[in-house]
């Protein structure tokens, strides 16, 4: 199989409608002490019957011990991450039915991004966010601080299912836009959302859905494509950018915010340049919270194309 024959986005959704019914239900109704059994039940489930996610996994792993040799994995650590993934999803819609609130945050930000946006004063500005932890509790919470608006830019289409059962337990609150439909028309309604004082969050850890404007990182060890998506959406917006990382550890989630790029209004000539070097600066950052949460960078599909199927 070549490097782009099977795209993340091509992969059939694993979330099937029933299996999502029933963690809506088991988030609802069950005890905090009998949702853990429930959920590695499931996720054994999709374990077993899903090779190529395990295999991909453990080649994950690999390089990350390889790149940080610190790292110790526990027994079974493939499953474990599976069952790490599997938690997570029970925690987004755990957040949207109000079982996780804000209070249960722990906050991060020496470099006083709050203060950013408490400023009603400032143009909006970007979150760069990964399929690291769960972004997702945060989404959520943002109705905490009044007057805040985020916008998130997704690649969700190949989730019909998930997204469906996301709204019916109240997710239809947060701005959802698709990224596929990012034309000039929409980066205009972007600019103006900007602005206005909104904000955008988007993921910087996977291959566009269309496959183009990638750029060449040293990621765990292993040259990968990482989208320039992000980086391009900053200096046509010519705003500020943080990074977002929301980190389950010890029970709880850790919410890590951070200053990136104070300044993206980059001249044409050196605008290619600029970002490669944020691509990269940001895989780095990356491949340093991937070792110190090496159970939480929910990418199943084959990242560094390695050709495996």
């Not at 009044?146 to 337990?169: C, D, I, P, T, Y």
């Not at 990482?226 to 010890?250: E, S, Y």
């Not at 029970?251 to 600029?274: H, V």
């Not at 944020?278 to 960078?297: K, S």
Request: net charge positive; charged share 25%.
């Amino acid at each position: 199989m070549g490097r782009h024959s099977r795209h993340w986005a091509a992969q059939q959704e694993r979330g099937h409608r029933v299996f999502l019914m029933l963690t809506t239900l088991m988030v609802r109704y069950l005890p905090a002490v009998l949702m853990k059994p429930c959920i590695w039940f499931v996720v054994f489930y999709f374990y077993a019957t899903a090779p190529a996610p395990r295999r991909h996994i453990r080649l994950y792993q690999k390089r990350l011990q390889t790149a940080f040799p610190s790292v110790v994995l526990p027994r079974f650590a493939v499953f474990r991450q599976f069952a790490a993934f599997g938690e997570a999803v029970c925690d987004r819609f755990a957040v949207w039915q109000r079982k996780i609130r804000y209070e249960d945050l722990v906050l991060e930000d020496p470099d006083d991004v709050y203060a950013l946006m408490r400023d009603r004063s400032l143009r909006g500005q970007i979150f760069v966010c990964s399929h690291l932890g769960n972004a997702e509790i945060c989404r959520a919470l943002v109705s905490h601080h009044q007057g805040f608006k985020l916008n998130v830019l997704v690649h969700s289409r190949h989730a019909q299912a998930f997204n469906e059962a996301l709204q019916k337990a109240g997710a239809d609150r947060i701005q959802l836009i698709q990224v596929t439909d990012l034309d000039a028309a929409l980066m205009m309604e972007l600019n103006r959302r900007i602005d206005a004082g909104e904000w955008i969050a988007v993921a910087a850890d996977r291959v566009p859905v269309r496959g183009e404007k990638t750029v060449a990182v040293d990621f765990l060890g292993s040259p990968a494509q990482m989208p320039q998506g992000a980086w391009l959406l900053a200096g046509l917006l010519k705003t500020r950018v943080h990074t977002l990382f929301c980190i389950k550890q010890n029970g709880r989630y850790r919410l890590k915010l951070r200053r990136f790029l104070e300044n993206t209004d980059w001249k044409r000539n050196r605008r290619e340049a600029a970002v490669a070097d944020a691509a990269q600066r940001f895989a780095g950052i990356l491949a340093e919270e991937c070792a110190e949460h090496p159970l939480q960078w929910f990418n199943f599909y084959d990242f560094w194309g390695d050709g495996l199927p």
